[in-house]
């Protein structure tokens, strides 16, 4: 289900455990200077950065800071034209069209439970009701989000968005490993329509346990675990609404594997401090090991 994907991407403590770790060093390889990676929670904000070990020091010794996408085209108001258009349902549609009866009325229920206002009212259908299916999921998870951690986040100032920040107010560089496009395109139109509202029904069946999930999610990026943050994340199967292969290798493994392509002459160029979602970090097919597998000396700093 999306929900997983949508904590990864929105996503997703000080801790003494040899797994509580968000940062690393890159060095080795050929590289003069090392660079640092960073994994993010897209819905934490960027006051917990004064958590994180040794994270002044990465960001004084590197040169640039390279993100996931350039957080400032997001305020641009060409590109928040493009992000409306690609959370749009194609040729005038509504979600009316694109759900059984039955599933608008589940998803009706479900908005009224978690936004105290039916979808099928004039005033939220017409704010929500061209969304696509995958959209709506990641605006639900957001809003569950919200309601859970209420006064946690401020949309204007998440890690993210800080680290680049911070890096223009240095008067250092900042890059993008993708176009806004892309990843628009990638959270709000990936897969068939009918993948996207399985898993929108998905996520509208079982609050519950997405909610649980979110908050194990976020507890663990809190306590610095990616151990602990992938297990969260594969707690639950294909069969119960857990990600697919071919979603994990379109969202996950797939843009893994094009960022680290990208990362020795982004580093080369100069010392680098890259912030990405912490998803993106851990596993045999994560941006750790890859850069290992590729000759570099990755370590945690403490």
Not at 113 to 136: C, H, I, N, W, Y
Not at 208 to 237: G, I
Request: proline fraction near 4%; include cysteine.
């Amino acid at each position: 289900m999306k929900t997983r994907v949508a904590i990864t991407a929105l996503l997703l403590l000080s801790c003494t455990s040899l797994r509580a770790q968000l940062l690393y060093r890159i060095s080795g390889n050929g590289l003069e200077r090392p660079s640092y990676i960073i994994g993010t929670h897209h819905l934490v904000d960027a006051s917990f950065t004064a958590q994180i070990p040794g994270l002044p020091e990465a960001l004084q010794h590197t040169d640039q800071v390279y993100g996931e996408v350039l957080m400032a085209d997001m305020t641009h108001p060409d590109s928040l034209a493009k992000v409306q258009a690609h959370s749009l349902l194609p040729d005038g549609k509504t979600l009316r069209d694109v759900l059984t009866a039955d599933q608008f009325a589940r998803l009706d229920r479900c908005c009224h439970d978690l936004l105290g206002v039916k979808l099928s009212s004039e005033q939220l259908f017409a704010a929500l009701g061209r969304m696509t299916p995958s959209s709506l999921s990641s605006y639900l998870t957001v809003m569950l989000y919200l309601q859970n951690h209420p006064g946690e986040l401020n949309i204007q100032n998440t890690i993210d968005s800080w680290f680049q920040a911070e890096a223009t107010r240095q008067g250092k560089p900042v890059g993008g490993f993708e176009s806004l496009t892309y990843q628009m395109q990638l959270l709000m139109q990936d897969g068939s329509l009918d993948e996207q509202v399985r898993s929108l029904m998905c996520l509208v069946d079982n609050i519950d346990l997405s909610v649980m999930m979110l908050n194990d999610v976020t507890e663990s990026y809190r306590n610095q675990d990616l151990t602990a943050l992938t297990a969260a994340m594969d707690m639950l199967s294909e069969d119960d609404c857990g990600a697919t292969d071919r979603e994990n290798e379109s969202l996950l493994y797939g843009r893994n594997e094009r960022w680290v392509r990208q990362m020795p002459a982004i580093m080369r160029s100069r010392p680098t401090f890259f912030a990405v979602g912490a998803a993106h970090l851990p596993g045999d097919r994560g941006v750790l090991q890859l850069l290992r597998q590729a000759g570099y000396t990755v370590e945690g700093v403490r």
